[in-house]
């Protein structure tokens, strides 16, 4: 069974995920049930309650409070019985913009006064030699020099100051062969299709220019910074696994060498100038015969031929051949932009799972923490605590020691705690009676360069192997953690929970008890982590949950107290963001669960609006929303898989944005900016 998607994300991305049984079978608490004892505990939501307001935006410090025309503005109303009914109180600066109405158009809504445009979609060209995409005439060469498929994460970077120049990163999470090809054969793929799927997966960096007359972006093909990563680019193992038996291969007896990074989903951009990326669903690219290595068997990898075939023509690709290559995915990925010769490097030090992504925050005395999710039904919260400091500046000195700071350092794996009666979790979304979904929680650690903590596993077992290690210790059970970002301004740490329709299933493994939400979560939540005094390096937290998304007339929904006839329908939330001012943005990851578009969300944290939810922005039919960025000066968002609906075909496409006319549908990079009187205007206010 599908879960919220359509059929060709739902096989191409994650292998089916949803209709084979996860692949947690620990006993350990679900975070579900820690929530239910949470979500049933908390009051139900009563009309016109008001509670909070918010803040936030980028790293955290410890203590630290060619393009489609602009898109048309979209009919901007409160949602609710009466769509005339005003705000109740005018928002926070950041967040001053009329709401998006829901809709399943094929093209980008935003706000009156507000117009988006293409930065650079599939098939750009990035080098001044690099072909004109041709969709009828692709090539693995031309591919591998060009924009790559389904762009998610973006990360973006000021290079002469901010203002006008920019360096650019986005993931290529993964491809979708059948709208890539005309006539397409899944048993039978040609062997070029095959490497033009290679060559469009990884990542891409890219200069971009912002127009100071118009506030448009764009992207800069004669760029110096500009540079493809590709399923086949040599990468660096390196940390505590590097050179590990399980990591050598025929081809690299060493361990600590690796070609490509596949899946990547989020990430997150350091403060010392480098980008992040999180190897997601690697194990959707593996061919193999009998699973009998129950550590395999813990990561998902199954028996057979998966869609995209790649071991027809690369044989690391199959797992009867190389029985290592799958140990050798799965990690964060640090990328230099500002080098276009340099490697990238999987750091193992932040552990081996389904990295969705990762985001820092600095200790008072300037270690970075790393904030991780597990992006599975039932797998946990991370975070790593590095060994050393940051150096500031860009000599270097410091830009070689800066280097460092993710090779060594404490793992860690999250617990969480409900704080109210069982009797009162009913797996209903009924509040409990103290009317907060709250809690306490511990970081456990799991392994630092030299030391395991968990019993029966090496150092090195425990940074290849890392779900079976938080297994061990107890971690609890999550509805699949995607984001988790630490507030800049704030230093509170925001955990999305996209889903799981199979908590309190007939037969699951979890069902409501004190750490649930709610039995089939289908709709997702919103997590609000407070490290203990302040510190990202603490091993305590008290927690509580910010949203229960879904409709705002499903009475199990929660939106921080709010009137929930005032804010917009949301469901799936996948990554998250800041602004300058601390709000939360939220952006979504499900085409069908409410039958809208997916969108990117602003939300009040803090004063007594918090919880307000309102969509800023929608993306065309059968996309997802991801990757967004929150500036002064624009938005960035993501536009994954346009056109992904059942049915959809080369010969039948169901979008055609971002190009209009006949055009076949691009994943592309949007950026949206704010005029008032034909000029650039800040955002939200």
Known sequence: MRHDRQGLTCRYRCGDACSRPEPNPSSNAYFGDVMQAVLDRRGMLRAGAVIGLGAGAGVAL???????????????HPLGADVAAPQQARPPRGLQYETVAPNLDDAIRVPTD?????????????????????????TAAAQARQFGYNNDFCGILPIDGPGRRYVMFSNHEYTLEPLMFRGYDEDAPTPEQIRIGMAAHGGGVVEVTRDLRTGELRYDRNGKLNRRITADTEMVLDGPAAGAEVLRTKADPTGRSVKGMIGNCAGGTTPWGTFLSGEENFDGYFASGPVTDERAKRYGISEGSLSRKWERVDPRWDLAQEPNEANRFGYIVEIDPHDPRSKPVKHTALGRFKHEGATVALTRDGRP??????????????????DKRMRRGHSRAAREHNATLLSSGTLYVAT???????????????????????????????ASTTKSYVDGMSVADVFVFTRLAADKVGATKMDRPEDVEPNPRTGKVYIACTNNSDRGKAGAKAGPD?????????????????????????????WNILLVCGDPDDPSTYFG??????????????????????????STDSTQALKIND?????????PQRGSTRLFASVPVGSECCGPVVTENF?????????????????????????????????AVAAIRHLKGGRPAKIGV
């Open 114 to 138: 507000y117009a988006s445009n293409v930065v650079i979609r599939w098939g750009d060209p990035m080098f001044p030699d690099a072909p004109e995409f041709d969709f009828e005439k692709q």
């Open 416 to 446: 969480f705690t409900g704080d109210s009666p069982a009797a009162e979790i009913t797996g209903t979304g009924a509040l409990p009676r103290d009317g907060r979904f709250d809690g306490s929680g511990q970081w456990k650690p799991l």
């Open 514 to 542: 004190e750490a649930n939400p709610r039995n089939a979560n289908k709709h997702g939540h919103v997590i609000e982590l407070t490290e203990t005094r302040d510190d990202p390096a603490a091993t305590t937290f008290a």
């Open 561 to 586: 107290g709010f009137d929930k006839s005032q804010v917009s329908p949301i469901t799936s939330p996948d990554n998250v963001a800041f602004d300058p001012y601390g709000n939360l943005w939220v």
């Open 62 to 76: 410890a203590g630290t409070a060619s393009a489609a025309e602009p898109a048309p503005a979209a009919p901007a």
């Open 369 to 386: 923490v790393v904030y991780m999710g597990d992006d599975e039904r039932f797998d946990y919260v991370y975070k790593f605590v590095s």
């Open 599 to 607: 969108g990117l969300y602003g939300v009040v944290l803090e004063g």
């Open 635 to 667: 938005v960035l968002v993501s536009v994954q898989h346009p056109g992904d609906l059942d049915g959809a075909s080369p010969e039948q496409p169901a979008s055609h944005w971002p190009d209009g006319g006949a055009a076949q549908p691009r994943p």
